[in-house]
T-cell receptor, first 116, second 113 residues
């Protein structure tokens, strides 16, 4: 079984400030981890993913995340927030292979607000 | 860039009616999924589909739900007798063999009155 917990349903930052969105996961198999972004009235867009290899992964729009197995975490960061980053962010986990191929389990989502 | 498309964007139906939500996955993708997002809640997995059969389904996906790939391009979700609690945004996703990166469509907002 897999689960994802996103700490903080709302995060507010000033433009130019560091963005940190927290994600912890639980998985009985080696996890594949994802961050998706959802802009108002739009679908889910993949920001970045971790499958294997380097634990620090870079994504689109200047975001990055680090897989920390010991902490079961996959926090999303961006050094400097931009107004256009305002959206809802979802962390998700999937397991490798078997009948659960690719099935994503999502966290509750974090709404990011960016103030001028 | 290829993308997943979904129709309609918004569907309003009366309780007890049947609805069919349509999706066109990316053409070389072989794994297909439906998810739903009730307003204010997390995105939930409904069903995965591969090689013309269901690979896995969640407990939400009961006998009222069915999926079909009627031709080489469409992937549909049917709800036989809609309930008020079926009101949600329904997302279709697809991925190719060997990849865990799912591409999502823009969603269909289903409103059951």
């Amino acid at each position: 079984a897999q689960s994802v917990t996103q700490l903080g349903s709302h995060v507010s930052v000033s433009e130019g400030a560091l963005v940190l969105l927290r994600c912890n996961y639980s998985s009985s198999v080696p996890p594949y981890l994802f961050w998706y972004v959802q802009y108002p009235n739009q679908g889910l867009q993949l920001l970045l993913k971790y499958t294997t290899g380097a634990t620090l992964v870079k994504g689109i729009n200047g975001f990055e995340a680090e897989f920390k197995k010991s902490e079961t975490s996959f926090h999303l960061t961006k050094p400097s927030a931009h107004m256009s980053d305002a959206a809802e962010y979802f962390c998700a986990v999937s397991g490798a292979g078997g009948t659960s191929y690719g099935k994503l389990t999502f966290g509750q989502g974090t709404i990011l607000t960016v103030h001028p | 860039e290829p993308e997943v498309t979904q129709t309609p964007s918004h569907q309003v139906t009366q309780m007890g009616q049947e609805v069919i939500l349509r999706c066109v996955p990316i053409s070389n993708h072989l794994y297909f999924y439906w998810y739903r997002q009730i307003l204010g809640q997390k995105v939930e997995f409904l069903v995965s589909f591969y090689n013309n059969e269901i690979s896995e389904k969640s407990e939400i996906f009961d006998d009222q739900f069915s999926v079909e790939r009627p031709d080489g391009s469409n992937f549909t979700l049917k709800i036989r007798s809609t309930k008020l609690e079926d009101s949600a945004m329904y997302f279709c996703a697809s991925t190719r063999t060997g990849s865990y990166e799912q591409y999502f469509g823009p969603g269909t907002r289903l409103t059951v009155t």
